[in-house]
């Protein structure tokens, strides 16, 4: 939203009238300075609480694209005038802090002409950035007023504390590049139910909670609407229909194990019976829908139901198994040489082909280029021969998220610790010898070839095969020759089982397919799998026993 610039004259009647106001008031001038703030930052601002001399706010700060910037708390009082009133501020600030589970920087803007000195009460370990009236009065008469209080927080934070990659969360604001036409798929097309595929990291997650943002905030006045659920340590029907209803209408959670009819009849009166069908995104659904598999399909034929109602429109994400529900074997009807399509049957899933597909694969080039690119500029970090830096990356990560933020993470780290913050091409090659880059593919790899903590022992030999060959791209034929060649025992079905551990391994983002052919996604796991499993044969045998 573009907002018009304050003139200076009403600048200073807004700012004179907050420091006169005593205590604040609800909706008084220190209310009207921090919403103008917002409305200036185009950020919402989430929650507010007052006592007699001070004020918190909590904005949403994400947009930013800092690190350290997601919900951030700003505190508004005059300078203290004791040392009791230094530590009365700072242990309101923690609080704050505390109780909105900000983990980020926070704000202490001082209703003073001239910024006070910093209250020595408030710790390091609360990343506050303190404003007076020149910051704010800065940041109100940019043209940029978000990238004007980007730079205020740079100025009075080192760079090392400011990497805008991160790899243990899912991304969102800023951080969420790409992925448009997916997104509009979740948020636009409500005639659809859709299984959601892909690697572990690929941003499976990051898309969900993205669409539940969007329209959670478009349905604001009908907020029980829309749901996201983690089903990661769901643990069966009973359980999962408690925990729709803890979310939904908590009153009538005790009631879901006395029939099996209170669950449907909850979503067909929050539903308005179908004419405002409940948006429910659920995540990690892989574990869930094993337990169900061998429970008659309980819950999923319970969802089924409410979907054929109108009750409900919903969107599940996985790795594996939510490949089953949708579309059980089918794929293998048509891509397994020589075997009539008869001859392998579909599981009998209550949500079999109901439900549209959506398979997440790398960005392209200039979603992957933003990606790295973007959030650096918004740090003191200097691309020294841009173009170059970014092809570098590109053909080391291949365009995918997680991969781009890791090698970024990487590369910050070397030019924080440079006097001039600068990076060229040539860090790309430092980061490729980086033993964490080596560990991170490794980890990718583990955590990609099991199922529900089991290893999946044909997809890591055919991947270590691969990899000890020499080749430079393989065919199912040639994957199935080598697990031949080294006795790893391959059923009955023996060229159906290396389809399936190849697939799997594509899906898992460890190969990628050209044509009949596959190579490795990442041209530097080939070199990992050989150096971490040097003996060929040693390392089948182990993985074949685990």
Same mark, same amino acid.
């Given at each position: 939203?573009?907002?018009?610039?304050?003139?200076?004259?009403?600048?200073?009647?807004?700012?004179?009238?907050?420091?006169?106001?005593?205590?604040?008031?609800?909706?008084?001038?220190?209310?009207?300075?921090?919403?103008?703030?917002?409305?200036?930052?185009?950020? +919402?601002?989430?929650?507010?609480?007052?006592?007699?001399?001070?004020?918190?706010?909590?904005?949403?700060? #994400?947009?930013?694209?800092?690190?350290?910037?997601?919900?951030?708390?700003?505190?508004?009082?005059?300078?203290?005038?004791?040392?009791?009133?230094?530590?009365?501020?700072?242990?309101?600030?923690?609080?704050?802090?505390?109780?909105?589970?900000?983990?980020?920087?926070?704000?202490?803007?001082?209703?003073?002409? +001239?910024?006070?000195?910093?209250?020595?009460?408030?710790?390091?370990?609360?990343?506050?950035?303190?404003?007076?009236?020149?910051?704010?009065?800065?940041?109100?008469?940019? %043209?940029? %007023? /978000?990238?004007?209080?980007?730079?205020?927080?740079?100025?009075?934070?080192?760079?090392?504390?400011?990497?805008?990659?991160?790899?243990?969360?899912?991304?969102? &604001?800023?951080?969420?590049?790409?992925?448009?036409?997916?997104?509009?798929?979740?948020?636009?097309?409500?005639? /659809?139910?859709?299984?959601?595929?892909?690697?572990?990291?690929?941003?499976?997650?990051?898309?969900?909670?993205?669409?539940?943002?969007?329209?959670?905030?478009?349905?604001?006045?009908?907020?029980?609407?829309?749901?996201?659920?983690?089903?990661?340590?769901?643990?069966?029907?009973?359980?999962? !229909?408690?925990?729709?209803?803890?979310?939904?209408?908590?009153?009538?959670?005790?009631?879901?194990?006395?029939?099996?009819?209170?669950?449907?009849?909850?979503?067909?009166?929050?539903?308005?019976?179908?004419?405002? %069908?409940?948006?429910?995104?659920?995540?990690?659904?892989?574990?869930?829908?094993?337990?169900?598999?061998?429970?008659?399909?309980?819950?999923?034929?319970?969802?089924?139901?409410? /979907?054929?109602?109108?009750?409900?429109?919903?969107?599940?994400? =996985?790795?594996?198994?939510?490949?089953?529900?949708?579309?059980?074997? $089918?794929?293998?009807?048509?891509?397994?040489?020589? $075997? %009539?399509?008869?001859?392998?049957?579909?599981?009998?899933?209550?949500?079999?082909?109901?439900?549209?597909?959506?398979?997440?694969?790398?960005?392209?080039?200039?979603?992957?280029?933003?990606?790295?690119?973007?959030?650096?500029?918004?740090?003191?970090?200097?691309?020294?021969?841009?173009?170059?830096?970014?092809?570098?990356?590109?053909?080391?990560?291949? =365009?995918?998220? *997680?991969?781009?933020?890791?090698? =970024?993470?990487?590369?910050?780290?070397?030019?924080? /610790?440079? =006097?001039?913050?600068?990076?060229?091409?040539?860090?790309?090659?430092?980061?490729?010898?980086?033993?964490?880059?080596?560990?991170?593919?490794?980890?990718?790899?583990?955590?990609?070839?099991?199922?529900? &903590?089991?290893?999946?022992?044909?997809? $890591?030999?055919?991947?270590?095969?691969?990899?000890?060959?020499?080749?430079?791209?393989?065919?199912?034929?040639?994957?199935?020759?080598? !697990?031949?060649?080294?006795?790893?025992?391959?059923?009955?079905?023996?060229?159906?089982?290396?389809? $399936?551990?190849?697939?799997?391994?594509?899906?898992?983002?460890?190969?990628?397919?050209?044509?009949?052919?596959?190579? *490795?996604?990442?041209?530097?796991?080939?070199?990992?799998? #050989?150096?971490?499993?040097?003996?060929?044969?040693?390392?089948?045998?182990?993985?074949?026993?685990?």
């Amino acid at each position: 939203m573009a907002v018009s610039k304050l003139y200076r004259h009403q600048f200073d009647d807004l700012w004179a009238r907050a420091m006169r106001e005593s205590p604040l008031a609800p909706d008084g001038a220190v209310d009207q300075l921090m919403s103008r703030l917002a409305d200036f930052l185009d950020v +919402e601002q989430i929650q507010h609480v007052a006592v007699h001399d001070a004020s918190a706010y909590l904005y949403d700060l #994400t947009t930013l694209g800092l690190s350290g910037m997601g919900w951030n708390v700003f505190v508004v009082s005059r300078a203290p005038q004791s040392e009791e009133e230094a530590r009365s501020q700072a242990e309101f600030l923690d609080e704050q802090k505390r109780a909105t589970d900000s983990i980020g920087f926070c704000f202490y803007l001082y209703l003073e002409n +001239e910024r006070p000195p910093v209250n020595p009460y408030i710790g390091g370990s609360l990343h506050a950035v303190f404003l007076g009236r020149a910051e704010l009065e800065t940041v109100f008469s940019s %043209p940029v %007023p /978000k990238m004007t209080l980007a730079a205020i927080v740079r100025q009075q934070t080192p760079v090392a504390r400011l990497c805008p990659f991160n790899t243990s969360q899912e991304a969102s &604001g800023a951080m969420f590049y790409g992925r448009r036409s997916e997104l509009a798929l979740l948020v636009e097309d409500f005639t /659809k139910c859709i299984a959601i595929h892909g690697a572990r990291r690929i941003g499976k997650t990051s898309l969900l909670k993205q669409a539940y943002r969007i329209l959670k905030n478009r349905y604001h006045d009908e907020s029980r609407r829309v749901y996201y659920f983690n089903c990661l340590t769901w643990d069966g029907y009973l359980h999962a !229909c408690q925990r729709l209803a803890h979310k939904i209408d908590p009153r009538r959670e005790p009631r879901m194990e006395l029939s099996d009819r209170n669950i449907e009849y909850l979503l067909e009166r929050r539903s308005r019976n179908g004419s405002k %069908p409940l948006l429910l995104f659920f995540d990690e659904v892989d574990r869930l829908i094993d337990l169900d598999s061998v429970n008659n399909w309980q819950f999923f034929s319970l969802l089924a139901s409410a /979907k054929d109602a109108n009750h409900v429109r919903f969107v599940l994400a =996985g790795y594996r198994s939510v490949d089953r529900l949708a579309f059980g074997d $089918r794929s293998l009807r048509y891509s397994i040489p020589n $075997r %009539p399509p008869e001859a392998i049957q579909p599981p009998d899933t209550p949500l079999l082909l109901q439900m549209a597909s959506l398979r997440l694969g790398p960005l392209g080039r200039r979603e992957a280029d933003s990606l790295f690119v973007e959030p650096l500029k918004l740090t003191d970090v200097a691309l020294e021969g841009e173009t170059s830096l970014q092809e570098s990356v590109w053909r080391l990560t291949a =365009g995918y998220p *997680f991969f781009v933020q890791f090698v =970024g993470q990487l590369l910050f780290r070397i030019a924080a /610790k440079r =006097g001039d913050h600068r990076l060229s091409a040539d860090d790309v090659t430092l980061v490729e010898q980086d033993a964490e880059l080596r560990e991170f593919l490794e980890t990718h790899f583990i955590e990609n070839t099991q199922q529900n &903590g089991t290893v999946v022992g044909v997809e $890591r030999c055919c991947a270590m095969l691969f990899a000890h060959s020499g080749d430079a791209s393989w065919t199912e034929q040639d994957f199935w020759e080598g !697990c031949r060649r080294h006795k790893i025992p391959l059923g009955a079905d023996g060229l159906g089982t290396v389809h $399936r551990a190849v697939k799997n391994l594509v899906d898992s983002q460890i190969l990628a397919t050209c044509g009949a052919r596959h190579t *490795f996604a990442f041209p530097a796991m080939k070199s990992v799998l #050989t150096s971490c499993f040097p003996n060929l044969s040693i390392a089948i045998r182990a993985h074949l026993e685990n």
